[in-house]
T-cell receptor, first 113, second 112 residues
Framework: AQSVTQPDIHITVSEGASLELRCNYS??????LFWYVQSPGQGLQLLLK??????LVQGIKGFEAEFKRSQSSFNLRKPSVHWSDAAEYFC???????????FGAGTRLTVKP | KAGVTQTPRYLIKTRGQQVTLSCSPI?????VSWYQQTPGQGLQFLFE???????NKGNFPGRFSGRQFSNSRSEMNVSTLELGDSALYLC???????????FGQGTRLTVV
Protein backbone atom coordinates (compact mmCIF):
# COMPACT_ATOMS: atom_id res chain seq x y z
CA ALA A 1 0.00 0.00 0.00
CA GLN A 2 1.15 3.52 -0.71
CA SER A 3 2.17 5.31 2.45
CA VAL A 4 4.23 8.10 3.90
CA THR A 5 5.81 7.65 7.32
CA GLN A 6 7.19 10.26 9.64
CA PRO A 7 8.47 8.18 12.55
CA ASP A 8 8.92 11.06 14.97
CA ILE A 9 5.72 12.61 16.30
CA HIS A 10 7.49 15.21 18.39
CA ILE A 11 11.09 16.44 18.46
CA THR A 12 12.66 18.95 20.82
CA VAL A 13 15.95 20.64 19.96
CA SER A 14 17.86 23.51 21.46
CA GLU A 15 18.15 26.74 19.55
CA GLY A 16 21.29 26.66 17.44
CA ALA A 17 21.39 22.86 17.31
CA SER A 18 21.09 20.88 14.12
CA LEU A 19 17.86 19.22 13.07
CA GLU A 20 16.92 16.19 11.04
CA LEU A 21 13.31 15.15 10.44
CA ARG A 22 12.76 11.75 8.93
CA CYS A 23 10.42 10.77 6.14
CA ASN A 24 10.02 7.40 4.44
CA TYR A 25 7.64 6.53 1.66
CA SER A 26 6.32 3.40 0.12
CA UNK A 27 5.29 3.76 -3.49
CA UNK A 28 5.64 1.65 -6.60
CA UNK A 29 7.77 4.22 -8.37
CA UNK A 30 9.60 7.30 -7.15
CA UNK A 31 6.94 9.89 -6.45
CA UNK A 32 7.36 13.62 -6.25
CA LEU A 33 8.40 14.62 -2.74
CA PHE A 34 7.69 17.70 -0.66
CA TRP A 35 8.21 19.15 2.77
CA TYR A 36 5.67 21.61 4.17
CA VAL A 37 5.58 23.54 7.42
CA GLN A 38 2.48 24.57 9.31
CA SER A 39 2.19 27.06 12.15
CA PRO A 40 -0.78 26.66 14.52
CA GLY A 41 -4.10 27.42 12.85
CA GLN A 42 -2.44 28.24 9.55
CA GLY A 43 -2.15 26.70 6.13
CA LEU A 44 0.85 24.84 4.79
CA GLN A 45 3.94 26.55 3.46
CA LEU A 46 6.15 24.74 1.00
CA LEU A 47 9.74 24.41 2.23
CA LEU A 48 11.19 22.44 -0.66
CA LYS A 49 10.42 19.86 -3.30
CA UNK A 50 12.11 17.05 -5.21
CA UNK A 51 11.03 16.15 -8.70
CA UNK A 52 14.23 14.79 -10.23
CA UNK A 53 17.92 15.54 -10.64
CA UNK A 54 20.23 16.47 -7.80
CA UNK A 55 19.24 14.46 -4.76
CA LEU A 56 20.18 17.23 -2.32
CA VAL A 57 17.52 19.91 -2.49
CA GLN A 58 17.77 23.39 -1.02
CA GLY A 59 14.69 25.11 0.29
CA ILE A 60 13.59 28.25 2.03
CA LYS A 61 14.52 29.29 5.57
CA GLY A 62 17.84 27.40 5.42
CA PHE A 63 16.29 23.95 5.08
CA GLU A 64 17.57 21.20 2.84
CA ALA A 65 16.50 17.63 2.16
CA GLU A 66 18.21 14.62 0.69
CA PHE A 67 16.44 12.06 -1.46
CA LYS A 68 17.79 8.53 -1.03
CA ARG A 69 16.18 6.12 -3.46
CA SER A 70 17.76 3.03 -1.88
CA GLN A 71 16.23 3.90 1.48
CA SER A 72 12.98 5.41 0.14
CA SER A 73 13.70 8.39 2.33
CA PHE A 74 13.52 12.15 2.03
CA ASN A 75 14.86 13.57 5.29
CA LEU A 76 14.72 17.25 6.09
CA ARG A 77 17.71 18.96 7.69
CA LYS A 78 18.73 22.31 9.04
CA PRO A 79 22.22 23.01 10.44
CA SER A 80 21.14 25.55 13.07
CA VAL A 81 17.58 25.82 14.33
CA HIS A 82 15.99 29.14 15.24
CA TRP A 83 13.18 29.62 17.74
CA SER A 84 10.91 30.66 14.86
CA ASP A 85 11.26 27.18 13.34
CA ALA A 86 8.95 25.75 16.00
CA ALA A 87 6.00 24.39 14.03
CA GLU A 88 4.64 21.18 12.57
CA TYR A 89 6.41 19.69 9.58
CA PHE A 90 4.79 17.46 7.00
CA CYS A 91 6.39 15.25 4.42
CA UNK A 92 4.19 14.72 1.36
CA UNK A 93 4.33 12.66 -1.79
CA UNK A 94 2.47 12.82 -5.08
CA UNK A 95 2.52 9.90 -7.50
CA UNK A 96 3.55 10.55 -11.05
CA UNK A 97 0.72 11.92 -13.19
CA UNK A 98 -1.59 12.46 -10.23
CA UNK A 99 -2.36 15.33 -7.88
CA UNK A 100 -3.49 13.16 -4.97
CA UNK A 101 -1.00 14.38 -2.37
CA UNK A 102 -0.46 12.03 0.56
CA PHE A 103 0.90 13.39 3.79
CA GLY A 104 2.80 11.89 6.66
CA ALA A 105 1.36 12.28 10.14
CA GLY A 106 3.59 15.25 10.81
CA THR A 107 6.43 15.99 13.23
CA ARG A 108 5.94 18.70 15.79
CA LEU A 109 9.14 20.62 16.45
CA THR A 110 9.73 22.38 19.75
CA VAL A 111 12.75 24.67 20.07
CA LYS A 112 14.26 25.18 23.53
CA PRO A 113 15.92 28.51 24.26
CA LYS B 1 0.89 37.89 -6.63
CA ALA B 2 -2.05 37.05 -4.39
CA GLY B 3 -2.01 33.68 -2.69
CA VAL B 4 -4.75 31.11 -2.31
CA THR B 5 -7.76 32.63 -0.58
CA GLN B 6 -10.23 30.59 1.40
CA THR B 7 -13.47 31.93 2.78
CA PRO B 8 -14.76 31.98 5.37
CA ARG B 9 -11.92 31.41 7.83
CA TYR B 10 -14.20 30.12 10.56
CA LEU B 11 -17.62 28.48 10.56
CA ILE B 12 -19.86 27.02 13.21
CA LYS B 13 -22.66 24.80 12.00
CA THR B 14 -25.22 22.52 13.58
CA ARG B 15 -25.34 18.79 12.98
CA GLY B 16 -27.55 18.00 9.99
CA GLN B 17 -26.96 21.31 8.25
CA GLN B 18 -24.97 21.76 5.08
CA VAL B 19 -22.03 24.06 4.43
CA THR B 20 -20.23 25.52 1.44
CA LEU B 21 -16.59 26.54 1.52
CA SER B 22 -14.91 28.66 -1.11
CA CYS B 23 -11.40 28.70 -2.55
CA SER B 24 -9.88 31.21 -4.95
CA PRO B 25 -6.66 29.87 -6.44
CA ILE B 26 -3.59 31.77 -7.48
CA UNK B 27 -4.09 33.48 -10.81
CA UNK B 28 -3.16 31.14 -13.63
CA UNK B 29 -3.57 27.99 -11.55
CA UNK B 30 -6.13 25.61 -12.98
CA UNK B 31 -5.85 22.78 -10.47
CA VAL B 32 -7.56 23.05 -7.11
CA SER B 33 -7.36 20.34 -4.47
CA TRP B 34 -9.15 20.06 -1.16
CA TYR B 35 -7.91 18.45 2.04
CA GLN B 36 -9.37 17.74 5.44
CA GLN B 37 -7.13 18.04 8.48
CA THR B 38 -8.11 16.57 11.84
CA PRO B 39 -6.03 15.67 14.89
CA GLY B 40 -6.99 12.02 14.59
CA GLN B 41 -6.71 11.41 10.85
CA GLY B 42 -4.18 14.05 9.86
CA LEU B 43 -4.27 15.51 6.37
CA GLN B 44 -6.50 13.64 3.95
CA PHE B 45 -7.12 14.30 0.29
CA LEU B 46 -10.73 15.01 -0.61
CA PHE B 47 -10.72 15.74 -4.33
CA GLU B 48 -9.03 17.68 -7.10
CA UNK B 49 -10.56 19.76 -9.85
CA UNK B 50 -8.93 20.83 -13.07
CA UNK B 51 -10.65 22.91 -15.74
CA UNK B 52 -14.04 22.44 -14.09
CA UNK B 53 -13.72 18.64 -14.00
CA UNK B 54 -13.11 16.44 -11.01
CA UNK B 55 -9.88 14.68 -11.83
CA ASN B 56 -9.15 12.80 -8.62
CA LYS B 57 -11.17 11.80 -5.61
CA GLY B 58 -10.21 10.62 -2.16
CA ASN B 59 -11.99 8.17 0.06
CA PHE B 60 -14.78 10.32 1.49
CA PRO B 61 -18.53 9.74 1.52
CA GLY B 62 -20.80 11.30 -1.05
CA ARG B 63 -21.81 13.99 1.43
CA PHE B 64 -18.61 15.71 0.41
CA SER B 65 -18.79 17.25 -3.01
CA GLY B 66 -17.17 20.04 -4.91
CA ARG B 67 -17.16 22.00 -8.09
CA GLN B 68 -14.98 24.36 -10.02
CA PHE B 69 -15.99 27.36 -12.03
CA SER B 70 -14.63 28.64 -15.30
CA ASN B 71 -12.41 31.14 -13.45
CA SER B 72 -10.89 28.20 -11.51
CA ARG B 73 -12.50 29.20 -8.24
CA SER B 74 -13.71 26.16 -6.39
CA GLU B 75 -16.30 25.37 -3.78
CA MET B 76 -16.74 22.33 -1.64
CA ASN B 77 -20.00 21.35 -0.04
CA VAL B 78 -20.68 19.10 2.89
CA SER B 79 -24.27 18.02 3.41
CA THR B 80 -25.89 16.53 6.49
CA LEU B 81 -23.05 17.59 8.72
CA GLU B 82 -21.80 15.23 11.40
CA LEU B 83 -19.78 16.05 14.50
CA GLY B 84 -16.83 14.24 12.93
CA ASP B 85 -16.77 16.70 10.06
CA SER B 86 -15.26 19.30 12.39
CA ALA B 87 -11.87 19.99 10.87
CA LEU B 88 -9.60 22.43 9.15
CA TYR B 89 -10.37 22.31 5.44
CA LEU B 90 -7.45 23.29 3.26
CA CYS B 91 -7.46 24.20 -0.37
CA UNK B 92 -4.38 24.04 -2.58
CA UNK B 93 -3.85 25.34 -6.08
CA UNK B 94 -1.29 24.44 -8.69
CA UNK B 95 -0.65 25.13 -12.33
CA UNK B 96 -1.26 21.53 -13.32
CA UNK B 97 -0.52 17.99 -12.31
CA UNK B 98 2.79 17.29 -10.57
CA UNK B 99 3.61 20.93 -10.04
CA UNK B 100 4.04 22.48 -6.63
CA UNK B 101 0.89 23.16 -4.68
CA UNK B 102 0.24 26.33 -2.70
CA PHE B 103 -2.10 26.17 0.23
CA GLY B 104 -4.61 28.62 1.59
CA GLN B 105 -5.00 29.45 5.28
CA GLY B 106 -7.87 27.04 5.61
CA THR B 107 -11.44 27.16 6.84
CA ARG B 108 -11.98 25.96 10.39
CA LEU B 109 -15.36 24.21 10.51
CA THR B 110 -16.89 23.35 13.84
CA VAL B 111 -20.01 21.20 13.94
CA VAL B 112 -22.02 21.35 17.15
Amino acid sequence: AQSVTQPDIHITVSEGASLELRCNYSYGATPYLFWYVQSPGQGLQLLLKYFSGDTLVQGIKGFEAEFKRSQSSFNLRKPSVHWSDAAEYFCAVVPYNNNDMRFGAGTRLTVKP
Amino acid sequence: KAGVTQTPRYLIKTRGQQVTLSCSPISGHRSVSWYQQTPGQGLQFLFEYFSETQRNKGNFPGRFSGRQFSNSRSEMNVSTLELGDSALYLCASSVDINTEAFFGQGTRLTVV
